[in-house]
Antibody
Framework: EVQLAQSGAEVKKPGESLKISCQGS????????VGWVRQMPGRGLEWMAL????????KYNPSFQGQVTISADRSISTAYLQWSSLKASDTAMYYC??????????WGQGTLVTVSS | DIVMTQSPDSLAVSLGERATINCKSS????????????LAWYQQKPGQPPKPLIF???TRESGVPERFSGSGSGTDFTLTISSLQAEDVAVYYC??????????FGPGTKVDLK
């Protein structure tokens, strides 16, 4: 069974750094693009970035380029999303997703990130 | 960038009645090399991640009930729930894909019981 297990909820202050994770299981992790989708409170869905764990090729939504970094560790089938300096506007639910054209066929349970002073 | 719109924003349907959601893209999402529309539909219930319902505009994902169907091509698409059940109360999103890659979601349509 394909699963994407995400790390737990985080509460951070503005300016702090953060790295959240997503561990894939039940499939060949290196062979599928894995990415992140943001959902701000009460809002819709926004694709942020993708990575192909096989060669760490990355693709970013231009709206998020330079704001976050996506990475992966093939040895532990885990993808990451990181921020170097969080803002209050980063408060959102972040979903890990597996890409199978034309969309995302598996979703993690979500990681809630709250940024507040 | 392709912009996705959905209508209506919300609708209330009686149990057993039909629900119809429309999705429009600012550019065609038909891939002429494959003759497939790069369009997906998702269902999101409160407190849950989105669940894929339909890919390629009209292909139901495994396990999705037959009452869910997708249609359309090019720029205009429809998700139909033929006989609404209580468990179908949710927000529904369409999403387009291009091979850049780039993915854009519609703003969502909330379906409630009347």
């Amino acid at each position: 069974e394909v699963q994407l297990a995400q790390s737990g909820a985080e509460v951070k202050k503005p300016g702090e750094s953060l790295k959240i994770s997503c561990q894939g299981s039940g499939y060949s992790f290196t062979d599928y693009w894995v990415g992140w989708v943001r959902q701000m409170p009460g809002r819709g869905l926004e694709w942020m970035a993708l990575i192909l764990p096989r060669d760490s090729n990355t693709k970013y939504n231009p709206s998020f380029q330079g704001q976050v970094t996506i990475s992966a560790d093939r040895s532990i089938s885990t993808a990451y999303l990181q921020w170097s300096s969080l803002k209050a506007s980063d408060t959102a639910m972040y979903y890990c997703v597996r890409h199978l054209a034309p969309g995302f066929d598996y979703w993690g349970q979500g990681t809630l990130v709250t940024v507040s002073s | 960038d392709i912009v996705m719109t959905q209508s209506p924003d919300s609708l209330a349907v009686s149990l057993g009645e039909r629900a119809t959601i429309n999705c429009k893209s600012s550019q065609s999402v038909l891939d002429t090399s494959t003759n497939k529309n790069n369009l997906a539909w998702y269902q999101q219930k409160p407190g849950q991640p989105p669940k894929p319902l339909i890919f390629w505009a009209s292909t139901r994902e495994s396990g999705v009930p037959e009452r869910f169907s997708g249609s359309g091509s090019g720029t205009d698409f429809t998700l139909t729930i033929s006989s609404l059940q209580a468990e179908d109360v949710a927000v529904y999103y369409c999403q387009q894909y291009d091979t850049t890659p780039s993915f854009t979601f519609g703003p969502g349509t909330k379906v409630d019981l009347k």
